[in-house]
């Protein structure tokens, strides 16, 4: 599935949903519980969370990959791991406020 900045997904496995943030060009594989997710408007196939995907995502929360060229943000929260490409995406690390010594 080729991701733009924007495009909302939801998981099929659960009531989990995102939006796009950052997405490199190209076709990118964006699962939730192991499952591809579909977009807001497709139907969703009678699925269960695999094994080894276990976990939630957390509303507000951004999720992003190693090399940060995935970024994901959790508007309904829901079960299931966020992985892409089979990569499980990790909580995205707020930014550190400048000391005002």
């Known amino acids: 599935m080729e991701l733009k900045p924007g495009t909302r997904l ?6 989990a949903e995102v939006v796009v943030i ?3 060009g190209g076709d990118v ?11 807001l408007d497709e139907e969703a ?4 969370i695999a094994p080894g995907s276990e976990g939630s ?3 507000g929360k951004r999720y992003v990959n190693a090399d940060q060229t995935v970024e994901l943000l959790c508007s309904k929260p829901g079960e299931g791991a966020l992985a892409v490409d089979g ?3 990790e909580l995205k690390e707020a930014k550190p406020l400048p000391s005002s010594d």
């Open 22 to 24: 950052r997405a490199p």
């Open 57 to 59: 995502t957390l509303l």
């Open 45 to 48: 196939s009678e699925a269960a």
């Open 87 to 89: 990569q499980t995406l």
């Open 10 to 15: 939801r998981s099929a496995v659960g009531s």
């Open 29 to 39: 594989a964006v699962t939730i519980g192991g499952v591809p997710v579909v977009g």
